[in-house]
């Protein structure tokens, strides 16, 4: 018997339990790396049982390293290699995106990668769009096989589904503990064909028997535990994750199967899985023979009722999808990434005004900007006014063109790092207006404004107006902040 298998894209089949080595970087945290003979010889051995998919990325230790020698064996066994270009926030030209995924080829000693996912930190710096548009261009050159995302959230897959880049597949966490990825997510993803590639399905190994009546550890010293201890105490802590463990062995019971087999079971039949992703510790342990067993069983009416009845004493993880790396709680085996985040270079330099010892402001390269003499934002004092903004990217690129919330979306980033830039923050928002060219956009804009202010809530007004200067702008937004942040 080997896995089910899934077609994640036009000539793109996969198995459904895609093999993570994503613990390649634990196991040589302390400065040995894994033979790549070694390595590749395990992942052959996954292969020939039909666990022919693997997923990494360039920063998982030597992940792209051992399987390149895998993929340049001369009798190895079919298999697919998905990994994911993670760059710090900068500017993403023809040439930098071309050398990050070079880099990835000559690792995987491939000429074409099946699938390059790609994972952006800050959504308010938006060359994300600049990086996507390249790699759909290396796409076209015959470099990559399909395109994907890594930790996108719903609002910014949107904005690139709009602009037309071909997207196969977003990865993001989901399990018994986390099921942001269910709800609006997959309704976009099931609407648009973007299938999603899950990790996190076991919580670090949290969902399983051994931890079925454990006291709570005081302290978890894998990066993966680390991570997914965080994930238990924002659903409700130890006794919440005791309440899923015991509806899932219920559930395991009536089918004879494990705890585990339960969780990545429930997984694997959202109707926008194509495949969960399990980690793999090369040449120490592996479970292939109980993850068979996943296909031996479906999860009835009686199963969801038990299981839903657990989730309904568990608090929803905040957020969307990606979330945790982006925003506080900051659900990473780290911790809090606000340090990392706030050194990330501000998008637009600041310039003090000539005469004025407290005011500076900010342009973001706009064509207008020195044509009517204004400015993106200024800051008196700890004052600052963002101009109204509308969705243009770059030289004059329409974003979202038809689309009220995608515009909303890039705006509200560009309203946020025009604040950084000026040493805010959006949490500083003290008042916002909104202007609608079409007053039927309210409830979506309003959504997407609720995203963003839900926890902070401004000031707020909406208008309808008869026209906004240039074709097929839908909003524009303006707002106001109050920091006593120094700047």
């Given at each position: 018997m080997k896995p089910e298998r899934s077609l994640l894209a036009?000539?793109?089949?996969?198995?459904?339990?895609?093999?993570?080595?994503?613990?390649?970087?634990?196991?040589?945290?302390?400065?040995?790396?894994?033979?790549?003979?070694?390595?590749?010889?395990?992942?052959?051995?996954?292969?020939?049982a039909g666990f022919d998919t693997f997923d990494m990325a360039d920063h998982y230790g030597s992940a792209e390293v051992i399987t390149g020698t895998l993929l340049a064996s001369s009798d190895r066994p079919a298999a697919r290699a998905f990994t994911k270009w993670c760059p710090p926030p900068g500017p993403m030209t023809a040439a930098v995106v071309r050398e990050g995924v070079m880099r990835s080829m000559d690792r995987l000693q491939v000429p074409c990668i099946d699938l390059m996912q790609f994972h952006w930190w800050t959504f308010d710096d938006p060359r994300y769009i600049d990086a996507m548009v390249e790699l759909a261009k290396l796409r076209e050159e015959g470099l990559i096989a399909h395109l994907g995302l890594a930790n996108f959230d719903t609002a910014h897959?949107?904005?690139?589904?709009?602009?037309?880049?071909?997207?196969?597949?977003?990865?993001?966490?989901?399990?018994?503990?986390?099921?942001?990825?269910?709800?609006?997510?997959?309704?976009?993803?099931?609407?648009?064909?973007?299938?999603?590639?899950?990790?996190?399905?076991?919580?670090?190994?949290?969902?399983?028997?051994k931890w079925l009546g454990a006291a709570e550890p005081a302290e978890v010293n894998d990066w993966s535990k680390m991570k997914y201890r965080r994930f238990i105490d924002a659903v409700g802590g130890w006794s919440a994750l005791?309440?899923?463990?015991?509806?899932?062995?219920?559930?395991?019971?009536?089918?004879?199967?494990?705890i585990s087999n339960v969780a990545t079971r429930w997984v694997l039949e959202q109707p926008a899985v194509a495949a969960v992703i399990l980690g793999a510790r090369l040449g120490e342990r592996e479970h292939r023979a109980d993850n068979l067993k996943l296909f031996d069983f479906v999860l009835d009416?009686?199963?969801?009722?038990?299981?839903?009845?657990?989730?309904?004493?568990?608090?929803?993880?905040?957020?969307?999808?990606?979330?945790?790396?982006?925003?506080?709680?900051?659900?990473?085996?780290?911790?809090?990434?606000?340090?990392?985040?706030?050194?990330?270079?501000?998008?637009?330099?600041?310039?003090?005004?000539?005469?004025?010892?407290?005011?500076?402001?900010?342009?973001?390269?706009?064509?207008?900007e020195p044509l009517a003499g204004y400015?993106?934002?200024?800051?008196?004092?700890?004052?600052?006014?963002?101009?109204?903004?509308?969705?243009?990217?770059?030289?004059?690129?329409?974003?979202?063109?038809?689309?009220?919330?995608?515009q909303a979306t890039y705006i509200l980033d560009k309203i946020e790092a025009s604040i950084k830039a000026l040493g805010g923050r959006l949490q500083d928002v003290v008042r916002t207006r909104i202007y609608l060219t079409d007053v039927a956009d309210w409830q979506a804009v309003s959504a997407v404004h609720g995203h963003y202010f839900g926890d902070i809530r401004p000031a707020n007004t909406m208008l309808?107006?008869?026209?906004?200067?240039g074709n097929g702008y839908r909003v524009e937004i303006e707002a106001e902040a109050v920091t006593d942040s120094a700047i």
């Open positions: 036009p000539g793109l089949e996969i198995s459904r339990i895609v093999t993570g080595l994503w613990q390649v970087a634990d196991m040589e945290r302390g400065g040995t790396l894994i033979d790549p003979q070694r390595g590749a010889a395990a992942m052959a051995d996954y292969a020939r897959l949107r904005v690139l589904l709009s602009e037309g880049i071909p997207i196969a597949s977003n990865q993001v966490c989901m399990s018994l503990l986390d099921r942001r990825g269910t709800e609006a997510m997959a309704e976009l993803c099931l609407a648009h064909g973007v299938r999603l590639l899950t990790y996190g399905v076991l919580g670090g190994g949290f969902l399983s028997e005791q309440t899923v463990l015991r509806a899932a062995q219920a559930v395991g019971q009536r089918h004879g199967v494990s009416a009686e199963d969801h009722a038990a299981l839903n009845a657990a989730f309904s004493i568990t608090r929803r993880l905040p957020g969307d999808c990606g979330d945790e790396y982006r925003r506080p709680p900051f659900l990473t085996a780290s911790g809090d990434l606000s340090h990392h985040l706030e050194s990330v270079a501000p998008l637009w330099p600041r310039c003090r005004v000539p005469g004025h010892a407290n005011r500076w402001t900010i342009d973001s390269g706009s064509v207008w400015a993106r934002a200024v800051r008196v004092g700890e004052r600052i006014m963002v101009s109204g903004t509308t969705a243009t990217h770059g030289s004059g690129q329409l974003i979202g063109q038809g689309d009220a919330a995608v309808a107006v008869a026209e906004l200067i």
